[in-house]
Structures are given as C-alpha cells and as structure tokens.
C-alpha cells in the first residue's frame, strides 16, 4: 500500500517561509518523480512544482517560480517544499502525489499522479 504523509503546514506571516514534507511509503522512492500541488477555497487543484525521478530536472509554476524550491531526498524516502517569501495567495492546502509509472520527467498533469497525501494547510497572514 502506497502511502503519503504531508506535514510541515501552519499558520505564517507573508514573507516567511516554510518546508513542507512528504514522506513515502510503500513505492520504490528513488524510481518515481514527485509533484506538489494546492488547492485554495474555492479554487480548484493546480499545479505547484515538480522534480523527476532522479531529481535532476525541476519545474515550478509562474506563480512560485523563484520563491519556492522542491527538492528529494532518496534515502529518507522523502519530499520537500522549501516556500519562501510566502504570500497571501500561497494560502491553500497542499498535497504532495508520485507519478504513475517510474523513470519519468517531471509532470504538471494531476492524472499523471496516481497516489496522494491527504494535504497539509498552510496559511499566510498579512
């Protein structure tokens, strides 16, 4: 059974920043890419950033781009979001997922993904 544990979310004033986590459970790790994604009220599930199997490409949407950074660390079988300058518009709840079929680039796709965690909430105050 694949499972995905986010954590890492709270309560932050806009220009902190945080590190979010997703550790992974059940899946070869190390063959997977990963993705983050969030989902603010109201709005629907978007793409946040993505890292490829062996986590050497990245990619971020525009809205982060600079701002944010998603890096892997095999051995520990875990995922990071490194959000800094963080805004009020980072607000939402943010799900890390892993990709469908292993050895691949990043993804940007929700149905490329075929696990996901249950999300974590991170709010940011003016």
């Known amino acids: 059974q694949v499972q995905l544990i986010e954590s890492g979310g709270g309560l932050v004033q806009a220009g902190d920043s945080l590190r979010l986590s997703c550790a992974v459970s059940?899946?070869?790790?190390?063959?997977?890419?990963m993705g983050w994604f969030r989902q603010a009220p109201g709005k629907e599930r978007e793409f946040v950033a993505g890292?490829?199997?062996?986590?050497?490409?990245?990619h971020y949407d525009d809205s982060v781009q600079d701002r944010f950074i998603i890096t892997r660390d095999n051995a520990k079988k875990t995922l990071y979001l490194q959000m800094n300058s963080l805004k009020r518009e980072d607000t939402a709840v943010y799900y890390c997922?892993?990709?469908?079929?292993?050895?691949?680039?990043?993804?940007?796709?929700?149905?490329?993904?075929?696990?996901w965690g249950q999300g974590t909430q991170v709010t940011v105050s003016s």
């Open positions: 059940g899946r070869t790790f190390s063959s997977y890419a």
């Open positions: 890292i490829s199997w062996a986590g050497g490409r990245t």
């Open positions: 997922a892993v990709v469908s079929w292993p050895r691949s680039d990043y993804q940007v796709e929700e149905n490329e993904y075929d696990y």
